[in-house]
C-alpha cells in the first residue's frame, strides 16, 4: 500500500501540497514515485515563475517514462529544491521528505478544493 | 563491457592496416587558413586490417535482428524485410548516382520518386506528398510546418492550439511543441478511445487541429475518426494522421478518406525497408488538396515524356533536407509496393490483424487485458497484476524474452496502461513462431509465481546480463576517455 499523509492535501494527478499561510509546498506521492519507477531526472522550474493552477511547472523522468508535474494552485516559485538536480533518487526515497518546489499562492483558498486524505485514499482505491 | 574490449582499448601505437609508399610527388601547399588545419593527431585507434574485422564481426554476431528472431516490438511493425528489396536497390545504376547530376541523367530515379510518390497517396488516399523526410518524427514536424502555412496563408496564424491525445505517439506532443504549438492533451475514454466529446470545449477560432494516430498506441481503431474530422474541419481546423500504425489499415480504409489534412508513413515500418540499427528511415509526408501549395520544393513532376524537378512553388515552406530523402529506402519501398500489388498490401494488413488477435486471445486469459476488445495490428498487456502478485515487473519479462531468443515487446508505454506489455506480431510470422512465443510467455508467467528470482535475474544466457539502466540513466558515461 502506498503511504498517505493525513498533513497535506492531494490532486488526481498524484501531487501533494502543503499549504502554510500563504506558501505552498508542493512534491508528488508515494503512488507517484512507486508507479514511475526509478527517477532518474527533474527538471525545475526558475524562482519567480508565475503559474495559473493546471499549468505543466516541473518534469521529472523515470527509466520507464517522462511525467510533467502541475500546479495544484496558482502562484509565483519562490523556492525550488535544488537537492533534486543531483540526486532525483530522494523523489523515490522520501517523496513527503522532499518537495519539488514552493509557490507563493495567488489565492488560499483554491486549498480546499484539493483532496484530503481519505478522498485521496478513495481516489487510489478507485483505480485499482 | 564484458568480454570484449572497445576498439579504443585494443589500439597500439604505431600499428597500422595498410602501409602506403613514400609520397613520390611533391606536397601542395594548401589554400585552408592555418586556424583550420589541424595540428594535432586524430586520436583514432591504430589496429592491424584482421583486428578490426575481428572486432566487428563479434559485435555483429550478438546483434538481434529480424533476421534471426521474433520482433513483436509494439508500434514499431518489425516486419520481416525481402532481400529481393535489397537486390534492386544494389542495381549499379542506382548505386553510382549523384544527388548533384544534371535531371536528364537521373531520369530513372525520377520516375521512381514520382511513381513512389503517386503510389503512396493512392493508397492513403491522400493527393501529393514529398519524400523528403528522413523518418517519422521529421514527418511530424514538416506536418506542422505546413500546418502554419497554411494558417499565416489565411491569415490565422492566432490559432495555437493543437490537440494531442493522450494514447497517441510519444513524438506528438514534441512535435507539435517543437512547432511552436500549444498542445491540448485529451484522455482515451474507458474503451482506449477517443471521443468528440472531449475534443468539444476546444472547437474554436483558437484550434489548429489535432494529431490523431489511428489504429492509436492501444491498437484500437478510432471510431468516431470521420465525427472529429467533420467538427474539427467545421471550426476551420486541420487533422494530422500519425501513420506509424497504418501496416493495420493498407487495403482496408484511408487518411484520406477519413478527413486527415496532413499524414506522414514510415517506410521503415510498413513498407518493409530496415528497421532497427539506424535504418535509415524515410517518413514521406503527404497531403491533402488544400495542402499541395505548401509542400516542400522540389517537387518532381512529368513534362512532355520526362521528369524534372519543380522549384517554382511560391508558396512552399522550403528544403526540409540536403537533397530529395533516403532515396535508396524509397527504392526498397516501391519494390515492395511493386512486389506485393494492391491485393497483396491489403492481406498483410489483414494477417498483422488476424495475428495480433491470435496473439490477444490466446494470451488474455494469462497476462491481464486493461482494454479487452478487437485490437487490429498490435495489443497492449499488462504486468501489473504479476506485479502485485510476485513483485516480477513488465522489465523482467521482457528480459526473461532475451532468454528464450525473442526480442521483448515494447514495455512502459503507451503511459496511459500500467507496466505496458505492447506487443506486434506483424504478417510476417507464422502461427508456429505465434505459437512459440505464447509458450514462453505462459512460461514466465508460471516462473514469476513459482519461481520470480530466476526472472529478477534474466537475461542469463546472454554475453552482457542484466544492465543497471538506472545507474546508466543517472551518471550517463558517452564517451571513451582513455
Given amino acids: ?128 | 563491457m564484458h568480454g570484449q574490449k572497445l576498439i579504443f582499448e585494443q589500439s597500439v601505437s604505431g600499428r597500422r592496416g595498410y602501409l602506403f609508399p613514400r609520397c613520390d610527388v611533391p606536397v601542395q601547399e594548401t589554400d585552408l587558413p592555418d586556424s583550420l588545419l589541424r595540428v594535432e593527431t586524430t586520436g583514432l585507434p591504430e589496429l592491424s586490417e584482421v583486428e578490426v574485422i575481428r572486432h566487428y564481426q563479434n559485435l555483429g554476431r550478438r546483434n538481434f535482428c529480424v533476421d534471426v528472431g521474433f520482433y513483436p516490438l509494439g508500434s514499431c511493425t518489425m516486419k520481416y524485410n525481402p532481400k529481393v528489396n535489397e537486390q534492386v536497390a544494389s542495381l549499379e545504376g542506382f548505386l553510382d548516382l549523384h544527388p548533384l547530376q544534371d535531371e536528364q541523367t537521373l531520369q530513372g530515379m525520377l520516375q521512381i520518386i514520382h511513381r513512389l510518390t503517386g503510389d503512396l497517396c493512392e493508397i492513403t488516399g491522400m493527393t501529393w506528398g514529398t519524400l523528403q523526410s528522413m523518418a517519422g518524427a521529421h514527418g511530424e514536424y514538416t506536418g506542422m510546418k505546413l500546418f502554419r502555412a497554411y494558417f499565416a496563408s489565411r491569415g490565422e496564424s492566432s490559432r495555437t492550439r493543437l490537440i494531442v491525445p493522450s494514447s497517441s505517439h510519444g513524438t506528438n506532443p514534441a512535435s507539435a511543441h517543437l512547432s511552436g504549438f500549444e498542445v491540448v492533451e485529451v484522455p482515451a475514454d474507458k474503451r482506449g478511445l477517443v471521443t468528440l466529446d472531449v475534443l468539444k470545449p476546444y472547437l474554436d477560432d483558437r484550434l489548429a487541429g489535432i494529431m490523431l494516430t489511428n489504429p492509436n498506441t492501444l491498437g484500437l481503431y478510432e471510431v468516431e475518426v470521420a465525427e472529429i474530422a467533420r467538427e474539427i474541419h467545421r471550426v476551420g481546423g486541420l487533422l494530422y494522421y500519425d501513420g506509424a500504425n497504418m501496416n493495420a489499415i493498407m487495403g482496408a480504409s484511408r487518411p484520406g478518406d477519413m478527413g486527415f489534412d496532413v499524414i506522414h508513413l514510415n517506410l521503415h515500418k510498413t513498407f518493409s525497408t530496415p528497421h532497427g540499427g539506424g535504418g535509415p528511415g524515410s517518413g514521406p509526408v503527404l497531403v491533402s488538396k488544400r495542402m499541395v501549395p505548401f509542400l516542400p520544393v522540389p517537387d518532381v513532376v512529368l513534362q512532355k515524356g520526362s521528369y524534372a524537378f519543380d522549384w517554382n512553388r511560391p508558396e512552399s515552406i522550403g528544403k526540409i533536407s540536403g537533397f530529395y530523402g533516403n532515396i535508396g529506402i524509397c527504392i526498397r519501398a516501391l519494390t515492395y509496393i511493386m512486389v506485393m500489388g494492391s491485393d497483396g498490401l491489403a492481406e498483410a494488413s489483414r494477417m498483422a490483424v488476424l495475428n495480433a488477435n491470435y496473439l490477444m486471445e490466446r494470451l488474455k486469459g494469462t497476462f491481464h487485458l486493461p482494454y479487452n476488445r478487437r485490437c487490429m495490428h498490435e495489443c497492449v498487456f499488462s504486468a501489473e497484476r504479476i506485479k502485485a502478485d510476485t513483485g516480477v515487473t513488465a522489465l523482467d519479462v521482457a528480459k526473461a524474452l532475451i532468454d528464450r531468443n525473442i526480442h521483448p515487446p515494447t514495455i512502459y508505454f503507451p503511459l496511459i496502461v500500467q507496466e505496458a506489455l505492447m506487443i506486434e506480431p506483424t504478417e510476417t510470422e507464422s502461427r508456429e513462431t505465434l505459437d512459440r512465443f505464447i509458450e514462453a510467455m505462459e512460461d514466465i508467467h508460471r516462473l514469476a509465481y513459482e519461481d520470480p528470482s530466476q526472472l529478477k535475474s534474466a537475461p542469463l544466457r546472454t554475453e552482457v546480463g542484466r544492465v543497471d539502466d538506472v545507474a546508466a540513466a543517472r551518471n550517463p558515461r558517452v564517451c571513451f576517455c582513455g
Fill in chain 1, 1 to 128: 500500500m502506498s503511504e498517505i499523509r493525513d498533513d497535506v492535501r492531494y490532486t488526481e494527478n498524484h501531487e501533494w501540497v502543503q499549504l502554510d499561510g500563504t506558501t505552498a509546498k508542493v512534491g508528488i506521492t508515494d503512488y507517484a514515485q512507486d508507479s514511475l519507477g526509478e527517477i532518474v531526472y527533474v527538471e525545475l522550474p526558475e524562482v519567480e515563475d508565475q503559474f495559473s493552477q493546471g499549468d505543466e511547472v516541473a518534469s521529472i523522468e523515470s527509466v520507464k517514462a517522462a511525467a510533467p508535474v502541475y500546479a495544484p494552485m496558482g502562484g509565483r516559485i519562490v523556492r525550488v529544491n535544488k537537492k533534486l538536480e543531483d540526486s532525483p533518487e530522494l523523489l523515490n526515497e522520501a517523496p513527503f521528505k522532499n518537495p519539488i518546489y514552493t509557490l507563493e499562492v495567488d489565492d488560499p483558498d483554491e486549498y480546499a478544493e484539493l483532496m484530503d486524505s481519505d478522498a485521496y485514499a478513495d481516489f487510489l482505491k478507485e483505480r485499482e
